[in-house]
């Protein structure tokens, strides 16, 4: 798997946030395109199908539940999960993703899937064979740990045939051509308060990466990831989901500044602590409430791709792409190279200070340290932060210069923040 040659976070779009479990082949090659079209340029390069490509009828019944439960999923005759065929027609025949990953590929983008932590309770139920094992899967599947809001899986028992189940759905998916999987229910096993359920699953996922040639990124969610597990989250994967799912919430983005402070320390090449998906433009039209313009204020908006790329987050958008759903103040947020450039040029990000208030960030970059203040109150507010010597600031959200002597101040809107490249005179 890439690893301490990852050097640095991924960037991409995940079908998660605007379509829920519904995305098919159609809709996600056709976002590809977009993808390929408008962002692959920046830096945007994976494309990842999310939670429940496997399932069938996934929207029958979404007034109710928004996994059906023990609802039917499609698998081989090992018990490893296959796209849907009616999601996804090209599957067909056995061929699983590998036709849409040659899509994918073809445009120059690289192609990555959710996966949960576990086996398929359908398959331990069918007592299927795992491949590489002289057992089945109910011998395989652990009954007692499971996920507490999604009904597909068991938990993975500890031993040689449960590597070997792990083993053969990793090959499966570089035989398809993935280039990244999202594991859920897996960074933190939240149904089970007094422990850590999955410590074991996570070094098995590693162990059966490094088995096969093809580099895959392991993303682990969901959150907040447990900072006493931080040294297996940084040995075996190269992301983890610092939060629970993110949404278009101020009072979300504020606490995030809390979680990026407590994990400023663990950011190194090939280990990212990740902000989760960024919920820009259009969202929400396969949840049930109809799609939505992302509620974030502009400014709101500035200071979330702020924080992520000082911090060194993956960027992982969740927007509509198609039907010109991209509307062209999302695009030019996606697309302003001069802050991308912190996620790609950062090093030893870290906070200068944090309040209620107000906070700042610091981060080295090769032409020049980052700096960035933001006004956490609901009122303007101006908000300064040392210098160590005379420089000059370059605004790098509206290109202002201006020289500065003992300190950086900004008069900033509520939520607002300034971002500045500093340059010793």
């Not at 610091?362 to 101006?382: K, M, Q, T, V």
């Amino acid at each position: 798997m890439l690893k301490q040659s990852f050097t640095r976070p991924p960037m991409g779009w995940n079908s998660y946030d605007n379509y829920d479990t519904n995305i098919n082949e159609a809709e996600f090659l056709r976002s590809c395109e977009v993808l390929r079209e408008k962002l692959l340029p920046f830096g945007w390069e994976y494309a990842v199908i999310d939670i429940q490509w496997y399932a069938a009828n996934t929207a029958s019944m979404r007034d109710r539940f928004q996994y059906i439960p023990f609802g039917q999923v499609a698998m081989d005759a090992y018990g490893r999960l296959q796209p849907d065929p009616v999601k996804f027609p090209s599957s067909a025949g056995g061929r699983g993703f590998a036709p849409i990953a040659e899509k994918v590929h073809a445009m120059g983008l690289k192609f990555g899937i959710h996966i949960m932590r576990g086996i398929p309770r359908a398959a331990a139920h069918q007592h299927l064979p795992v491949l590489g094992a002289e057992v089945t899967a109910d011998m395989v599947a652990n009954p007692s740990s499971i996920c507490g809001w999604n009904p597909d899986m068991y938990g993975v028992r500890d031993t040689p045939a449960g590597q070997a189940w792990y083993d053969s759905i990793i090959r499966q998916y570089a035989d398809w051509g993935v280039d990244y999987i999202k594991c859920d229910d897996i960074c933190n096993t939240n149904l089970y308060p007094s422990h850590f359920e999955a410590g074991h699953e996570i070094d098995m996922l590693k162990r059966a990466l490094d088995k096969v040639e093809r580099d895959i990124v392991l993303s682990l969610s969901p959150g907040p990831a447990l900072l006493e597990q931080s040294w297996r989250y940084c040995e075996d994967a190269n992301l983890w989901r610092i939060t629970d799912d993110f949404w278009d919430d101020w009072k979300l983005l504020k606490d995030m500044f809390v979680r990026c402070e407590r994990w400023q320390d663990h950011v190194r090449e090939g280990c990212y602590p990740d902000c989760d998906m960024l919920p820009l433009g259009t969202i929400g039209e396969m949840f049930g409430n109809g799609k939505r313009i992302s509620n974030l204020t502009p400014e709101e908006q500035r200071t979330m791709l702020t924080l992520w790329c000082i911090f060194r987050s993956p960027l992982m958008l969740g927007a509509k792409l198609t039907g010109g759903a991209l509307d062209s103040e999302t695009l030019s947020l996606l697309t302003h190279e001069a802050v991308l450039s912190m996620n790609l040029e950062g090093q030893k990000a870290r906070q200068l200070f944090r309040n209620d208030r107000e906070a700042a960030w610091r981060s080295a970059g090769p032409a020049g340290d980052f700096l960035a203040l933001f006004n956490l109150s609901d009122e303007p507010r101006e908000v300064a932060a040392p210098l160590q010597s005379p420089a000059a600031l370059s605004e790098l959200w509206t290109g202002a210069s201006l020289q500065a002597e003992g300190e950086a101040r900004a008069a900033l809107p509520p939520h607002g923040c300034a971002l500045w490249r500093v340059t010793k005179l």
